[in-house]
C-alpha cells in the first residue's frame, strides 16, 4: 500500500503542521542501537507511521484483527520491515 500523497496531505494538514509534531514523532519513535530517525529527513516516513497506526486501530476496531506494517522509501524494505516485528506492530525501516 503506497501511502506517498496520503503522507504528503498529512503534512501540509494542521496536524502535520503542529509546531514540534515531527520532532516529536522522531523523538517518540524506537530503533536499534545507534540509529534514530531526522525530523528533516525522514518527514515523509514518519507521517506514514502516523497514518499506519491509523490504519491498524481501524482495522482492529472494526474487525478484531492485528496488523503488522513495515514503513520504508521502497515496496521491498517494508515488506521485510513488516515481519519484523509480528504480530501487531510496524517497523519503520
Known sequence: LDLTKE???????PEGLEEGRIEALASAAVCAEGCAP????DRS??????????LRA???AET???VS???????MCAKLGSACHKP???TLV
Open 58 to 60: 481501524d482495522v482492529a
Open 38 to 41: 531526522n525530523a528533516s529527513d
Open 64 to 66: 478484531g484483527f492485528t
Open 45 to 54: 516516513l514518519l507521517a506514514a507511521g502516523v497514518l499506519v497506526q491509523q
Open 7 to 13: 503522507a504528503a496531505a498529512w503534512l501540509a494538514s
Open 69 to 75: 506494517a513495515g514503513i520504508a522509501e521502497n515496496k
Open 88 to 90: 501487531d506492530r510496524q
